[in-house]
């Protein structure tokens, strides 16, 4: 399999991106906090301006971080996928294509081409698999960041249904 760059040049409103982006570190968090409890997720960071601003602390709990007090380096991935599957929905609503069961799997079709190029061989191996061949836990993710979206947009960025 091949991974193609994001054939989209179309970038969604910084607002959406972040709402979403926003939506799915919680929905993380809430995945998190499930299964591990109040455990501390720690990851270190790269982004200065969060280090100065916290003291020269190079470590944040991602688990009880909200995504706004999150550095930017654990915000990108949340922001990327979001522009992916905004544009994606958007596209689709400007052309009046019906966010249907087809319309749900062919999209986190494509989300999950865009997180393998992004990821590259840093995605854990059984993610690394075409959409088709992935355990069915793995595509429920994918469908729900395109759930996410599609209640976003149709929420407050259009009424295609």
């Not at 929905?89 to 190029?117: C, N, T």
Request: with cysteine.
């Amino acid at each position: 399999m091949t991974i193609q760059k994001p054939i989209s040049n179309c970038k969604p409103p910084e607002p959406h991106i972040r709402a979403l982006a926003s939506r799915f570190h919680e929905n993380w968090k809430r995945s998190y906090i499930a299964t591990n409890g109040s455990r501390p997720r720690i990851k270190r960071t790269s982004d200065h301006a969060w280090i100065a601003k916290h003291g020269g602390r190079a470590e944040v709990d991602i688990s009880s971080a909200d995504f706004d007090s999150l550095p930017s380096d654990w915000q990108k991935e949340n922001r990327e996928a979001a522009q992916v599957v905004l544009a994606l929905v958007e596209d689709a609503g400007m052309h009046r294509i019906p966010f249907d069961e087809a319309f749900i799997e062919k999209a986190a079709s494509e989300v999950h081409d865009q997180w393998l190029y992004r990821m590259g061989n840093n995605a854990p191996e059984v993610q690394r698999a075409p959409y088709l061949q992935l355990p069915r836990q793995e595509k429920e993710k994918d469908r729900n960041q395109v759930c996410a979206a599609i209640t976003l947009f149709q929420r407050g960025l259009g009424d295609n249904e």
